[in-house]
């Protein structure tokens, strides 16, 4: 887009009506819906020095006048930033509602929390259909993003409504959630230093030529920190107790993507062990999909799991110390693998218009647990079958199912697979704990 004069532009810096005009129109184009109001409507708030844009922060600045004004400079990055971010809307995650509420240290303050913005939202407006109806003109926005004409509203089989966002827009609000917390703690610690003494070589804030505040170079966020295993043997009941975890977590990048600032401690729940700090989107990915006790639907996400990004998935579950002994994965995992590889070429398929496409809904079930392997059973189902059948695939007792995934492994990931083994079985427990089934989201919380 071709560079040109902004109305009320002074030295590079355009007034907040301005600015969200230049948004809005830079934006256009972007696969991330965009609002014309991200820096005058709420949760904007340009008085605390700064306005998040995607997972950008721009800074505001208090003209001569009294005038609010922001860097055209910084608005046109977080657009360009923005316009750069692919988004697949059939990738969803689900972002509420869940039985709890997630929480967050006491002592830190994150002013967006994008979920709990957003699910306190729909349920006074009584759900996203209720809350279209009633639309009274004003951009509903978070970070500058649309984020109502993303929201998807599902109720499987009759269950309670839930509330879900593409993968991608749920990255850009994680990120400006932490760009966020990261101004504030930087704010903090200038303010307090300053407080201590005054120093003429470092001004609190530096004028422009024409007189104008500007804000201290440099930005609040900080460079992301690559997670070496430094958590690795930990129990996850005895490290999420200890004080200050949830802020030690927020300083490494996420372990899977490495592309994302972590938000939480990824955990087997069936041994106890920590595996890394993960974001939340790779969180999200990481849950069995519709996990009710013994049964799981094996949605697309598996094909990312154990075909597209396999060994980084996989070498993320064996940083579990009993799952890579046993050279295993967790028995809804390990179930979801089952179902989506061993059994893939049993799954039928039915005519469609460009070829012909799977069968219904796969699901896989299990009856018993992995400690008890010799009566532990897989059933492999179709459900929503378009002829209006119902079949069983397969039943895998779950030892042969184990012995399968070992072969997979060694051929897919032989680097895993070399790293695991019945020779590293010191100082794990003789029995693996039971599987602890999490269908209310309180996994996706900070502790």
Not at 68 to 95: H, T, Y
Not at 182 to 194: G, I, K, L, P
Request: overall charge positive; some cysteine; charged content about 25%.
């Amino acid at each position: 887009m071709s560079e040109r004069v902004m109305p009320g532009r002074t030295d590079g810096l355009i007034t907040l009506g301005a600015a969200d005009a230049l948004w809005a129109d830079v934006t256009a184009d972007s696969a991330v819906p965009t609002v014309s109001g991200a820096f005058t409507y709420s949760p904007a708030h340009a008085r605390a020095g700064y306005v998040l844009l995607g997972g950008h922060a721009v800074t505001t600045v208090r003209a001569s006048g009294g005038q609010w004004r922001v860097p055209e400079v910084e608005v046109r990055r977080a657009a360009a930033e923005l316009n750069a971010v692919g988004m697949d809307r059939q990738d969803l995650v689900r972002i509420g509602p869940f039985r709890g509420t997630s929480r967050q240290e006491c002592n830190e303050e994150t002013p967006l929390r994008w979920r709990q913005r957003i699910a306190r939202e729909l349920q006074q407006l009584g759900g996203p259909e209720r809350a279209a109806r009633r639309d009274d003109g004003r951009p509903h926005h978070l970070a500058g993003i649309d984020w109502r004409q993303l929201l998807v509203e599902q109720a499987p089989d009759g269950t309670q409504r839930t509330w879900w966002l593409p993968r991608a827009a749920v990255r850009l609000l994680d990120a400006a959630e932490h760009t966020e917390r990261q101004w504030v703690r930087a704010e903090r610690t200038r303010q307090a230093s300053t407080a201590v003494t005054e120093s003429p070589s470092r001004p609190r804030r530096a004028r422009s030529a024409g007189g104008q505040q500007t804000a201290e170079p440099g930005g609040p966020t900080a460079a992301l920190r690559p997670y070496n295993g430094e958590l690795e043997g930990q129990l996850y009941s005895v490290l999420s107790r200890k004080p200050g975890t949830s802020r030690k977590v927020a300083g490494w990048a996420c372990a899977v993507c490495h592309t994302a600032h972590a938000a939480v401690l990824d955990h087997c729940h069936e041994h106890g062990y920590v595996r890394a700090p993960v974001c939340q989107s790779c969180n999200t990915l990481e849950r069995p999909d519709h996990l009710y006790g013994n049964d799981i639907r094996v949605a697309n996400r598996y094909t990312r799991l154990f075909r597209i990004d396999a060994d980084d998935w996989l070498r993320h579950w064996h940083r579990c110390p009993g799952c890579r002994a046993r050279t295993t994965l967790p028995l809804p995992h390990l179930a979801g693998w089952t179902a989506h590889i061993a059994c893939r070429s049993l799954r039928p398929t039915h005519r469609a218009p460009r070829g012909r496409t799977p069968c219904g809904i796969l699901r896989v079930s299990w009856t018993g647990s992995q400690n008890t392997p010799r009566s532990c059973l897989l059933t492999v189902a179709v459900d929503c079958c378009p002829s209006g059948e119902h079949r069983v695939l397969a039943r895998v007792p779950y030892r042969e199912a184990a012995e399968r995934f070992r072969t997979w492994l060694a051929e897919t990931a032989p680097a895993v697979a070399a790293a695991a083994g019945p020779d590293r079985l010191d100082g794990l427990p003789a029995q693996s704990r039971p599987v602890i089934v999490d269908t209310s989201g309180g996994g996706l919380a900070l502790f």
